[in-house]
């Protein structure tokens, strides 16, 4: 893939994340029901929402770290080890700032 064709992809996946979290935000503004029960299940469902919206938070800013590595011209470079980083592993995670050795030594 050419640098446009990443920076696309990059993009399309960041706002398909933004429209997530303002889903989820309108979701979490929700007012609390005024029954137990269905105010311990809303209370369960916003907090697997607020999980959600971390992880959505934690994506936009690693694609943000990739299209500024791409813009740098280091994208498809790990960022730990400086060897390239696999086209398998870049098509599954296009935003990883990690090769595949690298990202395993951190588990």
Same mark, same amino acid.
């Given at each position: 893939m050419n640098k446009g064709s990443i920076q696309t992809a990059l993009q399309s !996946?960041?706002?398909?994340?933004?429209?997530?979290?303002? #889903? %989820? $935000? /309108?979701?979490?503004?929700?007012?609390?029901?005024?029954?137990?029960?269905?105010?311990?299940?809303?209370?369960?469902?916003?907090?697997?929402?607020?999980? !959600?919206?971390?992880?959505?938070?934690?994506?936009?800013? #690693? %694609? $943000? /770290?990739?299209?500024?590595?791409l813009n740098d011209g280091k994208y498809g470079q790990c960022t730990k080890c400086h060897q390239p980083i696999g086209k398998e592993r870049l098509t599954a995670v296009p935003y990883t700032p990690f090769c595949i050795d690298c990202a395993q030594s951190f588990r």
């Open positions: !996946m960041k706002d398909d994340l933004v429209r997530r979290l303002e #889903a %989820i $935000d /309108a979701d979490l503004c929700v007012a609390l029901e005024k029954d137990s029960e269905e105010r311990a299940t809303q209370v369960e469902n916003d907090e697997v929402l607020r999980e !959600m919206q971390a992880e959505g938070r934690n994506q936009i800013a #690693a %694609i $943000d /770290a990739a299209i500024g590595r």
